[in-house]
């Protein structure tokens, strides 16, 4: 059998590619999402859940650039 091994093939764990370019772009679509919620009063969210965006976001950039 020709089975490939995980060390050989590195991908996203999310979305199954190659590069980490969709893992960035979420990051990016979460950090905007914090920020522009946090901006915008008409949807009432509180500062720990944008920061909890914001900061997941910057993991998922980090661990997309780190691959």
Avoid: R, Y
């Avoid at 370019?21 to 905007?32: A, K, Q, S, Y």
């Avoid at 008409?42 to 650039?65: E, H, K, R, Y």
């Amino acid at each position: 059998m020709d089975e490939e091994k995980e060390s050989d093939n590195p991908h996203c764990p999310v979305f199954g590619v190659k590069s980490g370019g969709p893992i960035i772009g979420l990051g990016i679509l979460m950090i905007l999402f914090g920020i522009i919620s946090f901006l915008v009063a008409q949807i009432p969210v509180p500062v720990a859940v944008v920061l909890v965006f914001i900061g997941f976001g910057a993991f998922l950039i980090w661990a997309g650039i780190t691959k």
